[in-house]
């Protein structure tokens, strides 16, 4: 058998699908980065608590544009060109002198008219009044705004910032979904081997708390799953057995009737081919009728029923089949119960038919109601069923003994209707010690 662990190679492709995740995580978070900064430079003051471009370029340059002038006002001999040509060697940026009749922006201009100072943001230039017909204009400024710098530095900004970001969103992914993964892994191999016919896998007990619920689910449908395939085998390995009998019997006759000269033999013969072929048929109809019930979801026909009359009229109905001096005793709850009437007839005549097969005088129906189960329990005083065969016994076609002959007739299959009716109804079956000596069968039904 190979040791190659099958989650090995589902581990390396989570790690290629988390880089890939990283990657995508990386281009997507740069382009949130360079959207939010947009965005948040272009909301208003009272949002951010940034000013605008023209109030900080506008405050930051209010100091120089004072010290020009007043180096201007100390130099009258000198020409306010030559007091700018003097300064410039000092600045980075140069000084100029514009006439009062330049277009400029209205922000701009509503600045100067206010401030005596006002920022053309389209242009990087100061403006400033200087006299009645002149502006003392700086610039172009050198800023350092990230939108306006180049391309490298910008972009190594968003990288980093998105580096940082996607790496620990990936750390968090991997945290968050490596459990999920495995786990889905594990369910994903499980149910692989299942549809392989490896009816004895499992999933293993799930990690992450999204997956804990479906492991248990797999598993009872595993469980299912074998124990119905499993009871299909037998079943099936019966019936051929059961099958065996009548056909045997029926070449048999068939044989003895080519060689028989005596009419009212040849007749018998028939007859009791006749019969067997009937038997034939009755355990067929039985056998797929069994499937049917085991296979289909039976809708559930639940109406009030008053306990004790109609349960009385299932005795009645059974009277002519049971047997003579036969003692049948009953307990049963004086109230209305809300129930399937086809399938508890079906439990109760299955009951009382094996009752009336092999107990020794007497038996006793009890039914009654506690929460939301409805109890049905049959004593009786016969032989009861011996601790091994206690499961076997609710097997299609089981024989604990060779009572059952084609003269007692039946073909286990009574006891196998009652335990599938009351799985099917959520509720058990199961056979213990009565009383009375003999065996005590024990059903209980939800139909809430």
Known sequence: MSNVNPLKPSNRIFTKRLFIYFIISLILQSVVAYGALIIFASLPYSLTGLSDDNVIERRAHQGTIYLIRQEINNNPQLTTEQVL????????????????????????????????????????????????????????????????????????????????????????LYFTFSYLWRDAKNMSITVDELGKGNLQVRAKPAQSWLFKQLAGVINTMCNQ??????????????????????????????????????????????????????????????????????????????????????????????????????????????????????????IIKNLL???????????????????DLLFIIVDDNGPGVPLKDRETIFLPFSRIDSSRTKSTGGYGLGLAYVKLIAEYCQGNAFVITSPLGGARFVITLNFS
């Open 353 to 371: 038919l094996n009752a009336f097969k092999y107990s020794s005088n007497k038996a006793i129906l009890r039914l009654s109601q506690q929460d």
């Open 85 to 172: 040509t003097n300064l410039q060697p000092h600045f980075g940026f140069r000084l100029q002198i514009q006439s009062r009749d330049l277009s400029l922006p209205l922000i701009t201009q509503h600045d100067i008219n206010k401030y005596g100072i006002g920022y053309d943001e389209d242009n990087e230039m100061i403006y400033a009044t200087l006299n009645a017909e002149q502006y003392l204009a700086l610039g172009p400024l050198i800023g350092d705004d990230i939108f306006a710098s180049n391309i490298l530095p910008f972009v190594s900004f968003l990288l980093l910032f998105a580096g940082f970001s996607a790496i620990m969103f990936s750390v968090l």
């Open 225 to 346: 799953i074998e124990k119905l395939i499993s009871s299909n085998r037998i079943i099936l390995h019966a019936m051929a057995h059961e099958l065996r009998t009548p056909l045997a019997r029926m070449n048999f006759e068939v044989e003895m009737l080519a060689n028989e000269p005596d009419e009212l033999e040849k007749q018998r013969l028939i007859n009791e081919i006749t019969n067997d072929i009937k038997e034939l048929e009755v355990l067929i109809n039985s056998s797929l009728n069994y499937f049917k019930i085991q296979q289909t979801q039976l809708l559930k026909n639940i109406t009030p029923v008053p306990l004790t009359a109609w349960t009385m009229s299932i005795i009645d109905n059974l009277t002519l089949l049971k047997p003579h001096n036969f003692d049948l005793e009953y307990e049963i709850e004086d109230k209305t119960v809300s129930l399937d009437k086809q399938l508890v007839e079906t």
